[in-house]
T-cell receptor
Framework: GNSVTQMEGPVTLSEEAFLTINCTYTATGYPSLFWYVQYPGEGLQLLLKATKADDKGSNKGFEATYRKETTSFHLEKGSVQVSDSAVYFCALSRHSGSARQLTFGSGTQLTVLP | ETGVTQSPTHLIKTRGQQVTLRCSSQSGHNTVSWYQQALGQGPQFIFQYYREEENGRGNFPPRFSGLQFPNYSSELNVNALELDDSALYLC?????????????FGPGTRLTVT
């Protein structure tokens, strides 16, 4: 079946540090890949996406590249801010019957200190 | 453009009771998916509705059921509540038009079963 594995958290960084959150997936065919972010007490917000191999998704300084050869979609940001503190979820989207469902990783808690 | 809304925000129920959660999809979206997010975990797919019918289901028992209405809004019903049903319930809407596979999430309903 489909699955997503994220690096274990929590991750604590100082402001302006470089961020990498690793994500690997298992799926048949060519899933679409996503990163969602969840701020405390809120629902999930779509951060970025990639729908085919070698696509790079980017938004708000975050980037992730769809690597089919390594089945990975690692999230990176060159300089994190305190406001980036949140839980980050990697997810894949595949058809299950006639539905297109998201399969999520367990999330990585990021705390950025001033 | 109106985003995904959910009601109520919080709910406390007793084991064995029944609960109904509501979701209004984002304008222009015709598909609604429901997810259960236990504390500290990633969301788990419950089911998806399209054209007022369930078109995909995750690994949840039949006491989890739903409805979709002609205006694409949706309800999630849970019968015979168990303590393990305590979670954040997220609704996500999406569109079947085009090749975009993004799902947009509401803020969630926090259900506590005592």
């Amino acid at each position: 079946g489909n699955s997503v594995t994220q690096m274990e958290g929590p991750v604590t960084l100082s402001e302006e540090a470089f961020l990498t959150i690793n994500c690997t997936y298992t799926a048949t065919g060519y899933p679409s890949l996503f990163w969602y972010v969840q701020y405390p007490g809120e629902g999930l917000q779509l951060l970025l996406k990639a729908t085919k191999a070698d696509d790079k998704g980017s938004n708000k300084g975050f980037e992730a590249t769809y690597r089919k050869e390594t089945t990975s979609f690692h999230l990176e940001k060159g300089s994190v801010q305190v406001s980036d503190s949140a839980v980050y979820f990697c997810a894949l989207s595949r058809h299950s019957g006639s539905a297109r469902q998201l399969t999520f990783g367990s999330g990585t808690q990021l705390t950025v200190l001033p | 453009e109106t985003g995904v809304t959910q009601s109520p925000t919080h709910l406390i129920k007793t084991r064995g009771q029944q609960v109904t959660l509501r979701c209004s999809s984002q304008s222009g979206h015709n598909t609604v998916s429901w997810y259960q997010q236990a504390l500290g975990q990633g969301p788990q797919f419950i089911f998806q509705y399209y054209r007022e019918e369930e078109n995909g289901r995750g690994n949840f028992p039949p006491r989890f059921s739903g409805l979709q209405f002609p205006n694409y809004s949706s309800e999630l019903n849970v019968n015979a509540l168990e303590l393990d049903d305590s979670a954040l319930y997220l609704c996500a809407s999406s569109s079947t038009s085009g090749s975009s596979y993004e799902q947009y999430f509401g803020p969630g309903t926090r259900l506590t079963v005592t």
